[in-house]
């Protein structure tokens, strides 16, 4: 392939991506405009060692509470919110001289247009998580997506976030393999996550879509509109005339060489 056809190749690829880009559209699932009342595990469950004396602390299960209509475009979307406590620097409830109360929670507060917040006290983690109802066929088909929301700020800790899908009564399969690390002191930051096809179409099915979030101890995180960004793929008759049009091209240039070369030797 000689240099003017790869020159008209690039300039094809760079027009697609140009359009493609300028047409990408955020299926908005929740800019959390609508305030979520605080959410707090004050428990952890006490439970034998499994092995040797004495006790130990496990986390059980947390608290959960459903906020309905969060979405003003898709009404139909209910959010619901779990925070689970399962690490603490004391006993939860110590008796003195800690006197010790968990301080983490998670909520969804108003000001400033509304975000999720979540706070984790010192030596204290919780595991907190999102769940959104989708309809079927909530992404559009030939897309490639991406999840994205906008971080408004992370403290120093590292801060890890997970995708799942479910349809409620089964265990949610991951949609993104691997956990996937938000970093530290994070300051408003738009964050991507690349949606495989094979996750799309696992979304498209309908069902619970939970956003699980989790750090090291004392964590915390404040988080802004949620949604999934998608750009249409070139479908495949599409790819197919432009390889036609390279071919054409590619034909042309040869028959033109051959009649100059022609014409050289008839004068």
């Not at 008209?8 to 559209?25: E, Q, V």
């Not at 409830?93 to 969804?108: G, L």
């Not at 989790?214 to 964590?219: C, L, V, Y």
Request: glycine content about 8%; aromatic content about 10%.
């Amino acid at each position: 392939m000689n240099l003017k056809k790869n020159t008209i190749l690039a300039a094809l690829a760079a027009g697609f991506l140009i359009t493609a880009s300028a047409h990408a559209k955020l299926i908005p699932i929740d800019d959390f405009s609508v305030p979520h009342a605080t959410v707090k595990d004050t428990t952890l469950q006490t439970v034998p060692k499994v092995s040797g004396s004495g006790t130990q602390e496990i986390s059980d299960g947390g608290v959960s509470t459903i906020v309905n209509n969060v979405n003003s475009i898709i009404p139909s979307i209910h959010r619901t919110l779990t925070h689970e406590l399962f690490a603490t620097p004391f006993p939860v409830n110590a008796a003195a001289p800690f006197n010790y109360k968990p301080t983490a929670f998670a909520e969804v507060v108003q000001p400033g247009g509304g975000y999720l917040q979540v706070i984790n006290g010192a030596g204290e983690n919780s595991t907190v998580s999102v769940a959104w109802n989708v309809a079927a066929d909530f992404v559009p088909e030939n897309t490639s997506a991406q999840f994205q929301f906008f971080v408004n700020n992370t403290d120093s800790n590292p801060t890890f976030v997970d995708f799942y899908f479910g349809d409620g009564s089964t265990n949610p399969l991951q949609l993104i393999s691997g956990h996937n690390t938000l970093g530290a002191n994070l300051l408003n930051a738009d964050v991507f996550f690349n949606l495989s096809f094979d996750g799309i179409a696992k979304i498209n099915k309908g069902g619970i879509m939970t956003m699980v979030m989790n750090g090291s101890n004392g964590w915390d995180m404040n988080i802004d509109t949620y949604g999934i960004n998608y750009i249409p793929v070139p479908e495949a008759n599409l790819m197919g005339l432009i390889a036609l049009g390279l071919v054409g091209f590619d034909l042309t240039r040869k028959r033109t060489a051959s009649l100059l070369s022609s014409s050289q030797f008839a004068i």
